[in-house]
């Protein structure tokens, strides 16, 4: 003979319909305050959206970073070109093509691993500042307020990107 089956019925969340126990007092998979006050249930909710926002703010500055990732990339192809059919210098454009390859990789990359891509075309970016200013001092300070733009922008992105990923 076959045991009988004993029918338990089964607790679940408010919010994500996991199964809880009877014991819980928040739901283990969504953070829900099973047993919590209506307050609690409301600051539950408050916070779920204002963490949707600010991931939303957040994905925002990511494009715009990877963006400006895209338009150094285009500074640097067309400024290589410049340079070739004005000093018709091919070390030059070759640098360049190269350089502006690197960011459009990264901005692509962007889309998948936007923390480290975001990273790596800063640091990129700073580093050709930096070979520019020991080659012609002058260069520092030649379209600074681009310079500050575009560190700026990407590090709005690296810094969502970041909490992005804490929030994770």
């Known amino acids: 003979m076959e045991a009988p089956k004993i029918i338990t019925s089964a607790l679940e969340c408010n919010n994500c319909d996991s199964v809880i126990r009877e014991e819980d007092s ?3 998979e969504c953070g829900y305050p099973i047993k919590g006050t209506e307050q609690d249930v409301a600051k539950f909710y408050a916070k779920r ?3 949707k926002r600010k991931n939303n703010n957040a994905a925002e500055k990511i494009k715009s ?3 400006t990732l895209y ?3 285009g500074i640097v192809l067309v400024f290589g070109l410049f340079l070739y059919f004005q000093d018709s210098d091919v070390g030059a454009l070759l640098i360049n093509v190269i350089v502006g390859f690197i960011y ?6 962007s889309n998948r691993k936007p923390l480290v891509a975001l990273l790596l ?8 500042i930096v070979i ?3 080659a012609d001092p002058l260069t520092l300070v030649a379209g600074i307020i681009w310079k500050v733009l575009i560190i700026v922008f990407l590090a709005k992105g690296i810094y969502s ?3 992005i990923t804490k929030s994770a």
């Open 49 to 51: 959206v204002m963490n």
């Open 121 to 128: 075309g800063l640091l990129l970016y700073l580093t050709v």
């Open 26 to 28: 928040f739901c283990e």
């Open 161 to 163: 990107a970041s909490s």
């Open 71 to 73: 338009v150094i990339a």
């Open 132 to 134: 520019s200013a020991i």
């Open 65 to 67: 970073a990877r963006n």
């Open 104 to 109: 459009v990789i990264l901005g692509s990359w």
